[in-house]
């Protein structure tokens, strides 16, 4: 097995928060969209939350913090979590694998794909 270019899921999150504030295109796309996305390894004891607000994920925190109206929760993994946010896993494969389950509603699923897309050109 490949080694993860992160030990933790934190430290992956922290680097994918400096590639999503640093994106343009994907500024275009959380106009008028502040989410929390809660991020939970279902293998260990791993669990993050990034904030987005006003275009920017403005932080990452350690633990679940839905404090938004409308909170993404997202579940693998932590390998399969570390993957997708390192841009190493297709989110998209991962769901049809039944590596990655998403809950939120239809239209954030949606956004959550074209900022996929946007970051990691797929």
């Known amino acids: 097995m490949n080694s993860l270019p992160f030990q933790s899921l934190y430290d992956c999150l922290a680097e994918f928060q400096q590639r ?13 969209w502040d989410r929390s996305i ?9 669990v993050a939350t990034m904030m987005i607000k006003e275009l920017h994920v403005t932080e990452v925190l350690s633990g679940a913090h839905p404090d938004t109206s409308n909170p993404i929760h997202l579940q693998a993994g ?21 590596d990655l389950a998403v809950f939120s509603s239809e239209k954030d699923k949606v956004k959550l794909e074209a900022i996929t897309m946007v970051i990691w050109g797929l």
């Open 20 to 32: 999503f504030n640093a994106h343009t295109r994907v500024k275009k796309l959380v106009v008028n």
């Open 38 to 46: 809660v991020v939970e390894a279902t293998d260990s004891a791993s």
């Open 78 to 98: 932590e390998s399969a979590l570390i993957r997708i946010f390192s841009g190493d896993y297709n989110p998209a494969h991962a769901l049809i694998e039944g």
